[in-house]
């Protein structure tokens, strides 16, 4: 641990203020560059004690940095965990004000939604699906505090890592009747395909990104809860959205999910 415990409240109270305010930032390395990775999940999750303390919930958890598109697109190269709270939820199909958001973009994601509680560390795809109860497509809504959407590994972790939205579909399945690796993922903007990808771009398996999370917990003595909706991270690059667009992911044997965007 590199900063004091002074210091990271007061980084995650300017990041949670700049959320609040829909106001982007500088992205914290740049003042404080001796800031560790364990430092930056501290962060973040001070940022979690005070959306609860004004009374949000915790929706569910999220991988992000899963695929080598989202890596390459971001530059940054390691897996990392957020939180989502249930504010973030978007209806599907629902109309969404970019006007609430900074910088918007929108991806799309494998859902798991879990029914016991899975502890690290050695957990795997396997058990992740035994301990499944469905899976859906979902389209995450990021939208980074910082400023031009850039960040290093450790800013973005304190940054709750772009967490804003998620939508998750209505059609949801057994998991252990699809074969999660070869799901045909189809993602349009405005009636145009902008990006196409499958199940296994996201660790081999979006299961193994669950797996991951249970045991990046494990590190930090948790557990994943007992009912537990986890987005497994982007499958294809993120897109940017605007007043007017209409997203649609078609994910195979999920049914479509979709938002429009307005002013
Ligand atoms: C960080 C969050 C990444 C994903 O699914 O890869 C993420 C970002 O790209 O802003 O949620
Ligand atoms: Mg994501």
Redesign the pocket.
């Known amino acids: 641990m590199a900063l004091t415990v002074d210091v990271i409240e007061q980084l995650a109270a300017e990041l949670d203020a700049a959320h609040q305010e829909r106001r982007e930032i500088v992205k914290i390395t740049e003042n404080q560059p001796a800031l560790d990775e364990k430092d930056a999940y501290d962060i973040q999750y001070a940022i979690r004690r005070r959306r609860l303390a004004r009374g949000h919930r915790v929706a569910g958890l999220?991988?992000?940095?899963?695929?080598r598109a989202?890596m390459k697109?971001?530059g940054v190269e390691k897996p990392?965990f957020?939180f989502m709270t249930e504010d973030f939820a978007l209806a599907p199909g629902a109309e969404v004000p970019v006007g609430r958001y900074i910088h918007p973009s929108v991806?799309p994601?494998i859902v798991f939604v879990t029914r016991p509680a899975l502890r690290g560390p050695g957990c795997h795809a396997a058990s992740v699906l035994a301990a499944t109860d469905f899976v859906a497509a979902g389209i995450?809504l990021?939208d980074?505090r910082y400023r031009d959407?850039k960040?290093d590994l450790n800013s973005?972790i304190a940054d709750n890592?772009?967490?804003a939205g998620f939508a998750v579909g209505d059609c949801v399945r057994d998991a252990r009747e699809l074969d999660l690796a070869t799901l045909g993922v189809v993602f349009e903007k405005n009636g145009e395909i902008v990006a196409v990808g499958a199940g296994a771009a996201v660790l081999g398996n979006p299961a193994a990104s669950v797996a991951m999370l249970a045991n990046m917990l494990a590190e930090r003595g948790e557990e994943l809860p007992a009912g537990s909706m986890l987005?497994t991270?982007?499958i294809t690059e993120?897109i940017a959205v605007a007043p007017g667009d209409h997203v649609c992911l078609r994910v195979q044997n999920l049914g479509p999910v979709s938002l429009r965007f307005v002013p």
């Open positions: 999220k991988m992000g940095l899963t695929s989202k697109q971001m990392i957020g991806e994601e995450e990021l980074s959407f960040f973005v890592t772009s967490a987005l991270g982007g993120a």
